[in-house]
């Protein structure tokens, strides 16, 4: 009888597994642009192959985009504990179904680099996004697409809905690397070769390139598009006790939007910069953009 049980438990452990696995469709886009590999994870829901709509079509769903932050991947979100948070989310019917498209990002911080050889804020917007939206059945259009992400990637999904915000309908970031120090004071941080400064002057030039640097802040491009922001649902959070100090950003950031009265929701949470930080508050970035794509703010 043990043995048995053990066999059927076996068993269940491997159907669960495979029904997990099903949902999970990791590939890589060989890139025109970037001239190599890049890998990516999405989720989909779990009616997605088989869900009709009205008219007896196969359903399309929106699309959250979701960049990683420094140091992890494109699998980062899904084998942390954050694949079955948004499965419980789904199954309590506390958020819809939508797909999350997850791209290996490495340490781009999702723009162009400045010496031009890694022009990532392309390939994302002109061959990757286009390649999902193909690949996938994706809602077409702004108000079935948005963008979020953690860290580094939260910088860049501000960054990216900042810049372009006829493309996407809603964006959040938790704990988003908004970093208030001028170009000049940063290269000369430079000589302490913490690793978040090292990854900066990757990708900003060493020298920071001041005017690389301006084109690419958020602070500043949602100055230049605040009229376009207006309609883009933004969230943001941070901890109170993040370890590189991204809660003074975070706050300029909360403080601007309320100046230019930009509709937005941010929350300063205690906590630091950590796994824990962003699990405890991944639910409520997914509720807030499952309420985006039902048109509510």
């Known amino acids: 009888m043990r043995q048995c049980l053990r ?19 990791c590939s890589s886009l060989d890139s025109r642009i970037l001239k190599r590999p890049v890998r990516y994870c999405v989720q989909l829901p779990v009616n997605y ?12 769903y929106p699309v959250l985009y979701f960049l990683h932050g ?32 997850a791209p290996e990002g490495r340490n781009s911080f999702y723009i162009n680099s400045a010496d031009g050889r890694d022009p990532y804020s392309d390939f994302f917007l002109k061959e990757f996004m286009p390649f999902m939206e193909k690949k996938y059945r994706v809602k077409p259009g702004r108000a079935g697409r948005a963008i979020g992400g953690i860290s580094m990637g939260g910088f860049g999904a501000l960054r990216m809905a900042f810049a372009y915000p006829q493309l996407f309908s809603s964006v959040s970031a938790q704990a988003p690397a908004l970093i208030l120090e001028s170009p000049k004071n940063i290269n000369t941080a430079s000589r302490s070769g913490s690793p978040l400064v090292r990854a900066l002057t990757g990708v900003f030039g060493s020298p920071i390139d001041a005017a690389h640097w301006d084109a690419n802040n958020p602070f500043l491009l949602a100055k230049k598009n605040r009229e376009l922001l207006r309609n883009l649902a933004i969230y943001f959070n941070c901890g109170q006790n993040d370890d590189y100090g991204f809660e003074k950003g975070a706050a300029a950031l909360d403080q601007q939007l309320t100046e230019e009265q930009i509709q937005h929701e941010y929350h300063s949470y205690s906590g630091d910069h950590s796994l824990t930080y962003f699990l405890s508050h991944l639910g409520e970035t997914m509720e807030f953009h499952s309420r985006a794509f039902a048109g509510k703010r």
């Open 49 to 60: 192959a088989t869900a009709k709509d009205a008219h007896g079509l196969l359903s399309r």
């Open 70 to 101: 420094l140091g992890d991947n494109e699998q980062t979100l899904f084998k942390t504990g954050g694949w079955t948070l948004i499965e419980d989310l789904r199954e309590r019917q506390k958020i819809s179904n939508f797909l999350i498209v």
């Open 7 to 25: 066999c059927l438990a076996a068993v269940l452990f491997f159907l669960v597994s495979i029904r997990a696995f099903a949902q999970i469709d």
